[in-house]
């Protein structure tokens, strides 16, 4: 069975955009400090865990460790596990986003998934060694955050199909998809998905299903019976 909002393939999505925003991230962050290193590693020597004096680090060891440890460590996998979760809550909570379409709805999750990140600190706030290099790698963080969303949206398109609900008498005659009211809506369905559908049978009212596009029912005369999800598509009472 496919869930509404397809909560899977948006995490699926989102594994393709955390990876990407993971890598291109990292892959700044260590050209950010590559081209600052004289200052970054007047930074550190000033640190007595790196200062070069007898027990601790020297400046240069604490920079390669900065560079193969702690930005993978604290900046790209943080940043792919958020891109896997707000893939995840872009699927499920697709419908509710504000902007029309995939691509405005996948900004407005990456915006929100931005906040989390500078919250969080994973935006190079423990990496970076002054301000001027924090600034600029949340302005390059915010220029592939839209790439993100470009990522995330393809995605989620190539996996989602939508689906509209129609019915002749929308107080009366319900449609409702695994127990929930889809009636007048346009719902996001797993592509390849099915999912049990269901008409009143009570009022005498339902003569069949109608069906167009990618969506077809395994019995159209059954108030309660299977729809398939092959593409865009309409389900109607009629």
């Known amino acids: 069975m496919g869930e509404s909002g397809s909560s899977l393939a948006g995490a699926k999505a989102g594994i393709l955009g955390g990876i990407f925003f993971a890598a291109a991230a990292g892959l700044f962050n260590i050209a950010l400090l590559e081209t600052f290193s004289g200052s970054v590693l007047q930074v550190l020597q000033a640190n007595q865990f790196c200062s070069g004096a007898p027990g601790a680090a020297s400046p240069q060891e604490c920079f390669s460790t900065l560079l193969t440890a702690d930005i993978p460590s604290l900046v790209m996998f943080p940043i792919a596990v958020f891109g896997i979760v ?27 998934m931005l906040v989390f990140i500078v919250v969080f600190g994973v935006a190079g706030s423990t990496t970076t060694t002054d301000q001027t290099q924090l600034l600029i790698m949340r302005a390059f963080d915010s220029v592939v955050m839209v790439l993100y969303a470009v990522v995330i949206a393809h995605f989620y398109r190539k996996y989602t199909r939508v689906v509209e609900f129609e019915s002749p008498n929308p107080e009366k ?19 390849h998905s099915t999912h049990t559908v269901r008409a009143p049978s009570e009022s005498g009212a339902f003569k069949g299903w109608l069906v167009s596009g ?24 009629s």
């Open 214 to 237: 990618g969506v077809s029912v395994l019995d159209p005369k059954s108030f309660e019976t299977t729809m398939r999800v092959d593409g865009d598509g309409l389900l109607k009472i």
């Open 86 to 112: 707000f893939g995840g809550l872009y699927g499920m909570y697709y419908e509710f986003l504000p902007g029309y379409g995939y691509r405005l709805k996948a900004v407005a999750i990456g915006m929100l």
């Open 173 to 191: 005659l319900k449609i409702t998809v695994n127990g929930k009211d889809y009636t007048g809506k346009a719902k996001t369905l797993a592509l």
